[in-house]
């Protein structure tokens, strides 16, 4: 059985660094595709960044783009977002997701399309 923990939250102030880690298990995962999504309070939950375990494919939301960076430890099972420069705005339970995809497609920024998410990790930028 598949499983993702997320670690790596915390409070940080805007302008501030975090690094998050995404640790997989229960698969051989060199066919997935990992990505990282936030829920904000009072808001829906949303794409963040992706890529693909096999590959170097990356994709990242716009208000990512620049400031925010996915990588892998393929040794580690392990998937990493580094998050330079936060916003207040960023502020939002982070969740990682996992599912059996090999080549990425923009559909992959739906998280309708992954089937195993962790338990979220927090993440707050005070300002």
């Known amino acids: 059985q598949v499983e993702v923990v997320e670690s790596g939250g915390g409070l940080v102030q805007a302008g501030g660094s975090l690094r998050l880690s995404c640790t997989a298990s229960?698969?051989?995962?060199?066919?997935?595709?990992m990505a990282w999504f936030r829920r904000a309070p009072g808001k829906e939950r949303e794409f963040v960044a992706a890529?693909?375990?096999?590959?170097?494919?990356?994709d990242y939301t716009d208000s990512a783009k620049g400031r925010f960076t996915i990588s892998k430890d393929a040794a580690e099972n392990t998937v990493y977002l580094q998050m330079n420069s936060l916003k207040p705005e960023d502020t939002a339970v982070y969740y990682c997701?996992?599912?059996?995809?090999?080549?990425?497609?923009?559909?992959?920024?739906?998280?309708?399309?992954?089937?195993?998410w962790g338990q979220g990790t927090q993440v707050t930028v005070s300002s």
């Open positions: 997701a996992a599912r059996d995809a090999m080549y990425y497609s923009d559909s992959l920024r739906e998280e309708r399309e992954y089937d195993y």
């Open positions: 229960g698969h051989t995962f060199s066919t997935y595709t």
């Open positions: 890529i693909t375990w096999g590959g170097d494919s990356a």
